[in-house]
């Protein structure tokens, strides 16, 4: 479905349903995390909700754990929930830290922490890509061929 509806509509696949139904799951997911944040800090207000912050941490998660794959934002949350659990005692230094931690990663890291893992070590939790398998014939080996 993903690169190709037409061929995915052609298998049977219903697309527009499932496109649905995956809306319908990742809206869930998110109203339910919004959910238990708040009620954790047992208090709303507007700007708790809709802060600039979010958005600058959300990018940040992004950015270190690395971008175009399902695992990059997963390890950046919990970068930054280890990050955030364990230095933001500092203050000032913990916000400077957090940016200069994604300064080295943009540097050094193109694609990520979980990028630069996976091409250096093929590590891959939910794989999403296609993989061409070359077969020889059947009953082909190098001493048949002659």
Do not use: C
């Not at 690395?66 to 230095?87: D, H, M, S, T």
């Amino acid at each position: 479905m993903r690169d190709n509806e037409v061929a995915a509509e052609s298998q049977g696949i219903p697309v527009a349903r499932m496109k649905l139904a995956v809306y319908v799951v990742a809206a869930f997911g998110a109203g339910l995390a919004g959910a238990l944040y708040f009620v954790g800090n047992l208090r709303i207000s507007p700007d708790a909700a809709f802060s600039v912050n979010w958005t600058a941490f959300a990018i940040f998660m992004v950015v270190i754990g690395g971008i175009g794959r399902i695992e990059g934002p997963l390890v950046g949350a919990l970068i930054f929930w280890a990050l955030n659990k364990f230095l933001s005692d500092y203050g000032t230094w913990y916000l400077l830290g957090l940016g200069l931690l994604a300064i080295l990663v943009t540097l050094f890291f193109k694609q990520g922490l979980w990028g630069y893992a996976q091409q250096r070590w093929g590590w891959s939790l939910f794989p999403t890509q296609r993989k061409l398998l070359l077969h020889a014939p059947v009953g082909a080996t190098a001493s048949s061929r002659g």
